[in-house]
């Protein structure tokens, strides 16, 4: 069985401060990992993707996540958010099921 | 835009009847899924489909049935509702692989009364 651990259900920050969300995963196979992002209203879309190779992955909207397989992890980071920003955020990853499998969500509130 | 087209995007019913939600995936994607949007469960699978057969299952109740069309449309059909099936139900659909990200629709919020 796989399952997505997103540790915190809510992450409020102010404006132009660093965020980091958390993810940890488990998989007894390897996976491919996601990070969507979902604002109000609206369904989920992809923010970044890590298949294989570079850990560092890069997405839309400046933000970044880091794979690293011995903590089975795959936290999101941003170094400076906007009010824009502020949305649900949902760490997702498919395993050898090819079904994806999402986390709870955190909530992301960007204050002024 | 996701390209994913989900209807009605509201849908407000009574205990014990029976709704249709509907689905046009992306132009080119032949795996469709759904997905249930709570707050107390999160986002839970229900249900995919693959150029009209049935892949795999999740968590869906036998009162929920779901079909994919020849044209690639899909239907998720609820019956028998209760109160605890009010949520937003995602339709979501990809080339089929497990590094595909999925593509989601903008919802159908269900309210049961």
């Known amino acids: 069985a796989q399952s997505v651990t997103q540790l915190d259900s809510q992450v409020p920050v102010f404006e132009e401060a660093p965020v980091e969300l958390r993810c940890n995963y488990s998989?007894?196979?390897?996976?491919?990992l996601f990070w969507y992002v979902q604002y109000p209203n609206q369904g989920l879309q992809l923010l970044l993707k890590y298949l294989s190779g570079s850990t560092l992955v890069k997405g839309i909207n400046g933000f970044e996540a880091e794979f690293n397989k011995s903590q089975t992890s795959f936290h999101l980071r941003k170094p400076s958010v906007h009010i824009s920003d502020t949305a649900e955020y949902f760490c997702a990853l498919t395993g050898g099921s090819y079904i994806p499998t999402f986390g709870r969500g955190t909530s992301l509130i960007v204050h002024p | 835009d996701s390209g994913v087209t989900q209807t009605p995007k509201h849908l407000i019913t009574a205990t014990g009847q029976r709704v249709t939600l509907r689905c046009s995936p992306r132009s080119g994607d032949l795996s469709v899924y759904w997905y249930q949007q709570s707050l107390d469960q999160g986002l839970q699978f229900l249900i995919q489909y693959y150029n009209g057969e049935e892949r795999a299952k999740g968590n869906i109740l036998e009162r929920f049935s779901a079909q994919q069309f020849p044209d690639l449309h899909s239907e998720l059909n609820l019956s028998s509702l209760e109160l605890g099936d009010s949520a937003l139900y995602f339709c979501?659909?990809?080339?089929?692989?497990?590094?595909?990200?999925?593509?989601f629709g903008n919802g159908t919020r269900l309210t049961v009364t």
């Open positions: 979501a659909s990809s080339v089929d692989s497990g590094d595909s990200p999925l593509h």
């Open positions: 998989s007894s196979v390897s996976v491919y």
